[in-house]
């Protein structure tokens, strides 16, 4: 299975990678019914890293080690360890429009685990990316654009 999203923000790069790569940025982004718990990551992700988390989708709780790789100022991989699906690859990928201006494309492939019960997790999970990638861009957004308003009344 394979689904992008990609959406602009009107920050720089650097900024919009070292938002993406700060571990506490992930709660920041999910979208509400579903809460995120981070259990262990490092506040700043960096290649070989590995972020342990919980995602509480209602009342399941959906536990989740993702492994980072391919870091470059350009993005990065979260690759799931331990989780809902047989596979998870997700590139985040930061492109420059203009100075002000970055694109924020997202890929994520993924393979249904074998299992029944977290094949109907993953699938629920996997038929939701649309809304939770929608809900990610507007926040990001939101947070970013907020941040360069103040920088820039300072």
């Known amino acids: 299975m394979h689904y992008s999203h990609r959406f602009t923000v009107k920050a720089p790069l650097s900024l919009v ?16 019914p579903i809460r995120a718990r981070i259990h262990s990551a490092p506040e700043l992700l960096q290649e070989g890293d590995r972020m342990d988390f919980t995602l509480w989708l209602g009342p399941v ?4 080690v993702a492994q980072i790789e391919q870091v470059t ?4 991989v979260d690759r799931q360890l331990k989780g ?3 596979t998870w690859v997700h590139r985040h990928a930061f492109a420059a429009i203009d100075e002000e201006t970055t694109a924020v494309i997202d890929e994520v492939d993924a393979t249904l ?7 109907l997790v993953g ?6 990316l649309p809304i939770l990638f929608a809900y990610r861009g507007w926040k ?5 654009e907020s941040e360069m308003k103040a ?3 300072a």
Do not use: E
């Open 17 to 32: 990678a070292d938002f993406h790569r700060r571990s506490n940025s992930m709660g920041a982004i999910t979208p509400p």
């Open 140 to 144: 990001t957004r939101r947070i970013l």
């Open 84 to 86: 809902p699906f047989a």
């Open 61 to 64: 709780p959906v536990r989740w």
């Open 123 to 128: 699938l629920s999970m996997w038929l939701g």
């Open 73 to 76: 100022s350009h993005g990065f």
């Open 151 to 153: 920088q820039a009344r």
């Open 113 to 119: 685990h074998p299992n029944w019960f977290w094949k």
